[in-house]
């Protein structure tokens, strides 16, 4: 069984859809494929998943596993786990979120795990979101963004990432920026930088349809690379 954790190189750098268009291609190229996102936080919705983006998740996967499997904590504030703890006064469950994650391991052929914020994203005091990949024992697929910084922001995840020894399967580079790097040279550049191989780009998605999603997916990342 193959498990991936995508994570970024910061919050809003598009892991959801990165997550999403993974489980659709997977999916549509006949893989069981599982989504689990161990915490969530934000804006609770009135009808359906506590989270948009467990919604999202689950239906690009077209999973029917139940959604405290899917997502063991919510937080109704957005903010990264830790906070929310000392605000809420609503400790995060990290022995809930290993158990589930079994759990969905043994009922998917690829589980997807969308990490919370960047690797060092605090969940505990001394425990980050680095500390729970390298609990699951699972690679890392680091979704980055082309905005100027994002130099910077993905080395210091790679460095991270080596310093928790967790595997890095590649960088995704999600180009959702109008004002961004040029992606051929942001692909140089990050290649040379981390000696880390580069997934693919992902070009800004208008249509966030399944077909839409499975060609954009197919056509510009090595899906034959990450199932390696």
């Known amino acids: 069984m193959n498990s991936f954790f995508i994570t970024g190189t910061d919050t809003d750098v598009g892991k959801t859809y990165v997550t999403a268009g993974l489980s659709v291609t ?3 190229t006949g893989v069981d494929v599982g ?26 996967a077209q999973v029917n596993d139940p959604e405290k499997l899917v997502n063991p904590q919510f937080f109704p504030i957005p903010a990264s786990p830790y906070t929310a703890w000392k605000t809420l006064k609503i400790k995060p469950n990290i022995n809930s979120v290993l158990t589930n994650f079994k759990k969905l ?4 052929s690829i589980l997807l795990v969308e990490g919370m914020g960047g690797i060092m994203t605090p969940i505990l005091k001394d425990y980050f979101i680095a500390n729970l990949i390298k609990e699951m024992k699972i690679p890392a697929i680091i979704v980055a963004r082309t905005k100027v910084g994002t130099v910077n922001h993905t080395i210091m995840t790679v460095d991270m990432c080596k310093k928790y020894k967790i595997p890095i399967k590649g960088i995704i580079i999600n180009d959702f920026d109008s ?4 992606t051929k040279e942001l692909t140089r550049d990050l290649k040379n930088l ?5 997934l693919g780009v992902i070009p800004f998605i208008g249509d966030l349809s399944d077909s839409s999603m499975y ?6 990342l090595n899906m034959k690379l990450i199932l390696k």
């Open 179 to 182: 004002d961004g790097y040029n």
């Open 194 to 198: 981390t000696g880390v191989t580069i």
């Open 215 to 220: 060609k954009i997916f197919k056509k510009n």
């Open 105 to 108: 391991s043994k009922l998917h």
């Open 35 to 60: 989504v689990m996102k161990p915490f969530a936080a934000g804006t609770t919705q009135k009808k359906g998943f506590k989270s948009e983006d467990i919604e999202i998740l689950s239906k690009s």
């Open 26 to 28: 997977l999916r549509k």
